[in-house]
């Protein structure tokens, strides 16, 4: 039977991060991941970092083409009741964020680790886990219509939040907290100048807009849709014109549109599993997780597990201690609850929540406060730019 030290379930940028890290110490690691090498490379999904993941991707050496294409926001704009609010967020929280597409974060991990010789395993059928309440477990999948199996001395459950690991646990062991919100985004992918230098989210009766972007000739822009709503009702110049309905006209004025790269709908959803380990199983990312995209958190959180998950498993292998995998879980999720409730407020405040106006006057007078106090703003540049790690 083959053997390694970690098996990690699933090639998303989780699966892929842990591996380098622990790659570059020495640790021996199989990936195996259900969708193709093409398919998860192609996948149209976050495109801001906060500056811890940063780092992180720079220890983990996967940054030369991150430091040579990002951009760097110092800021952001609030627009609401015809008003534009700049939320400085350098000056505010002493940080700024990075414009860096997940498409070509994927697209560098892959690359590192193809570059480094571990095994991945694409296309990998009817993954099993077993026995990680033993010190043996065990992983299994077909291959070319053949089964096969692995031993290994931990799992890494890094399959996103449709994955199988999580699903593994028996129920009695694991607890689900979830909201599940009444809207979803509609997201449009072009190859158009963005509208403005830094990225606009915004209030609208008609419902939340956000202005983001990949690059500076490639924009992304998403609308606050039904949950119902089905992509082909959606043509471009629907949706066009129902961004510029929710922009304030100062920002509708530096508006391009051009055809669609692609365009898809996104439920939003809040979700977390406790605890985050079962014996020698370990979740980390969407696999034990979910925030709605507002605040931006989702790839932030998955690095920030990575990060606490592969610093416990380097000391296990170097010092012979356990020490840090026991308190994986309470670590982690200590800080995925600030995002979950910051991702959970910065929803609240920006979209259409009901018919009811007064939901809608409370959002007015609230972003109408937050234009005026200091105080206000810290708190979201704070969250906004990524809690400190302890
Ligand atoms: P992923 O990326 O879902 O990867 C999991 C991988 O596991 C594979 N898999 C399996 N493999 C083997 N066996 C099985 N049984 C398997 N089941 C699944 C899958 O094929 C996949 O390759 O999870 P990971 O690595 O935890 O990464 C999480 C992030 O992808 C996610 O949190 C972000 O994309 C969320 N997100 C954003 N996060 C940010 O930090 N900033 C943003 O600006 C941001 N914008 C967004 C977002 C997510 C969005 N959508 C589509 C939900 C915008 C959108 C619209
Ligand atoms: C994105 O560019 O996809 C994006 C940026 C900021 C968010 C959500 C999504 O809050």
Redesign the pocket.
């Known amino acids: 039977m083959q053997r390694t030290q970690v098996a990690i ?8 991060l842990l591996g380098q890290l622990l790659h570059r110490q020495g640790i021996d690691t199989v990936v ?4 193709s090498r093409g ?2 490379e192609a ?8 500056q811890g ?1 940063v780092d992180l991707l720079h220890e983990a050496g996967v940054a030369e083409r991150l430091e040579r294409e990002k951009l760097v926001h110092a800021g952001l704009e609030l627009a609401f009741a015809g008003r534009l609010l700049r939320v400085d967020l350098q000056e505010l929280a002493g940080e700024v964020v990075t414009i860096y597409g ?1 498409t070509e974060l994927q697209k560098d991990l892959g690359d590192a680790r193809a570059a480094s010789g571990a095994a991945t395993v694409y296309e ?1 059928g009817q ?1 099993t886990i077993h026995d990680f309440d033993s010190s043996r477990p065990r992983v299994g ?1 077909t291959q070319d219509g053949v089964r096969r199996e692995l031993e290994c001395d931990f799992i890494a459950g ?8 999580r699903a593994s646990v028996p129920a009695g062991a694991i607890r689900q907290h979830e909201r599940v919100y009444p809207f979803g ?1 509609l ?1 449009l992918l072009a190859d158009v100048p963005p509208l403005a230098d830094e990225l606009v989210y915004a209030n609208h009766e008609r419902g939340f807009a956000l202005c ?1 972007m990949r690059s500076r000739s490639r924009s992304r822009y ?1 609308l606050q849709c039904t949950p119902t709503d089905r992509v082909e009702e959606w043509s471009d110049a629907r949706f066009w014109e129902e961004l510029a309905r929710r922009l304030p006209p100062e920002r509708v004025r530096g508006l391009v549109t051009g055809p669609s790269l692609e365009k ?1 709908i ?1 439920p939003l959803r809040s979700f977390v599993v406790e605890p985050l380990r079962f014996g020698r199983l370990f979740l ?4 034990a997780h ?2 709605p ?1 507002t605040g ?7 690095a920030a597990d990575v990060r606490l998950l592969s610093r416990a498993l380097i000391e296990y292998y170097s010092d012979n201690s356990g020490a840090l995998l026991e308190e994986y879980s309470a670590r982690a999720l200590r800080r995925v609850w600030q995002a979950t409730r910051f991702s959970w407020w910065f929803t609240t405040l920006m979209h259409r929540l009901d018919e009811d106006p007064f939901s809608h006057k409370l959002q007015l007078a609230e972003l109408d406060w937050l234009a005026g106090s200091r105080a206000g703003r810290v708190a979201l540049a704070e969250n906004y730019v990524g809690l400190p790690f302890d």
Do not use: M
Not at 9 to 16: Q, V, Y
């Open positions: 379930i699933g090639a998303g940028p989780a699966g892929l195996l991941e259900k969708h398919y998860v996948r149209i999904r976050a495109g801001l970092l906060e993941t997940q990998a993954v999948w890094c399959d996103g939040f449709h994955g199988v690991c985004w997201g983001s998403y898809s996104a980390a990312g969407d696999a979910i925030v995209p931006a958190k989702g790839l932030n959180l998955a």
